[in-house]
């Protein structure tokens, strides 16, 4: 009984140490994919913003030294009203044309104001004019009191929109009142709808248009009532899969509308994520400061499918999985080891190898076809220490027949099977790491690399008797380190297959480094003259079918000649098969 209790503590120590690891991994793949989304959103919104920026400052170095735009604006200011109506028309018949430019361009409101805050001319809404905008518009009131240009995000009294208020001058230098040019939010949405495919809501505030209910009849731009937080209304863009308002609201905002609301009223910006029909969406809201106050007045929030948490939140489960039936097996069969001398090698060898055709299985169903080759590697790459644990096991039999077998015995014995088993981890996290995504270019050691490709399949090359050797001085090399690894890969991979395919005895694979150069050769007797102008074609292979895609080589060319910067050539040698890398630079 004392026995199953050591055990069961022993399993539900492994466990939960898998499940903390398991967990911190996935919590951190996650928490990357929001914080790349919030990424997506600031970086669109800092591009939209300074485009915004190079087109309101070109169009005020047209207006600024437009003299008819200065005369009008200079004799509107001393003018009485039935003047001013003039004026008026003239300057909205001067600008009609390149108003309706400005508009494609996404300008919201174009209009001048007097040096006393008093609308002149709204080219937007040419018969609203001669309100006085002080209690409402800080840009207006900062340049006609200061004689500076602003610019920032704020809210009138229709509409909100990111602003550029221009001062004007009379020829003579006088300030004779300002011009304004206001992009509206949803250039920066449709930005986000065309450019990235993502859904987005921009929200304001509803306290800002408290002066008047806010209403389509009333308002210059289509609000609804804000999903996210009630005291928020918001335009929004089309959603490519058509997700309605109504989903949104019960299956992904509801759920987390204590989280939404903190964090609004903390003015932070955020990101979260939910699954709603077998689809993670990501949740980012950007906060955006009003100029007047720099306080958070409105937010933009983007809705961003991620098949990467899908994925993350599948392996995670597949890996808990996997560790519940690996430790469960292994720990049985130490129990029927210790406690059933009679059937202890016949039991041995059954559960070995249900445990070795099971974990086959599993790898052949989850295996992704560009990481065929490493899988195999690494199941060399446990040979070793299965075989130990194997040699282990059966010296247990040797050690309860001496009486040997006692509960310091058994620990010690554990331990060392636990750092075995997590060597056999860290081959899967090198794989993994070899695999991860990483579209960063950096600079490393081109030898280091190729040394990493080479640790994850050395047992599998000594396995089929086949050396390898790395010759040359090492360099640096500025660019995608993981696609760099996956060329180096397939050719690797190549002259073994190639190796294996033409029963090579000493087979013999070289890396040599030169400069900017790599060449890897092997003594497999080369390739047919027929095909190797075809080597480099997608879906062309020379293998048997089912046993070759055609897309390694392929990709790995485009690698090289697209990302990293050089070419990839292949001839024969005397002995076997030569393929050349040579870079275009190294930095």
Known sequence: MKLKIKFFLVFTVLMFFMYYINNLNRESL????????????????????????IDANAMNYLFKSDPKIIDIISKATIANEQQRVKLRKILYNHLFKKYKSMKMKGVLQFQFTLPDNTVFLRMHRVDEFGDNLSQVRYTLVYTNKTHKASSGFEQGKTTHSFRNVFPLFDVNKKYIGCYEISFSSKLMQNNLTNVNKIYSHFLIKKNIYNTKKWSKSYLYLDYKQSIENNSYIFTSTHHKDKITIDNLAEYIIKPNKKLIKK??????????????????????????????????????????????????LLRYQLINFLSFIIFSIILFLLYRIITTKDYLEEEVKKQTNELIQKDKIMQEQSKLAAMGEMVGAIAHQWRQPLNSLNINIQNLDDDYVDGLIDAEFLDSFIIKQ?????????????FRNFFRIDKIKKTFSVKEAIFTTISIQSAQLNNLNISIKVLGEDFKLT?????????????????????????????????????NIITVSDNAGGIDKKVINRIFEPYFTTKEQGKGTGMGLYMSKMIIEQTVGGTLSVANNKKGAEFKIVFNSLV
């Open 30 to 53: 996650i928490q990357n994919e929001r914080n790349e989304a919030l990424k997506v959103l600031q970086t669109n919104f800092d591009i939209t913003i300074n485009y915004n920026a």
């Open 263 to 312: 964090n609004m009223n903390d003015q932070k910006k955020f990101a979260f994520f939910s699954v709603y029909k077998h689809k993670a969406l990501i949740l980012a809201f950007l906060p955006i400061q009003s100029i007047k106050n720099k306080s958070t007045s409105a937010y933009i929030v983007s809705y961003t499918d991620s098949q990467h948490i899908i994925n993350i």
């Open 479 to 515: 660019t995608i380190e993981s696609e760099f690894l996956q060329v180096i890969l397939n050719l690797i991979t190549n002259a073994k297959d190639a190796l294996i395919e033409n029963k090579t005895s000493n087979g013999k694979i070289f890396i040599s480094l030169q400069q």
């Open 418 to 430: 636990t750092k075995t088993m997590n060597f056999m981890s860290k081959t899967i996290d090198d």
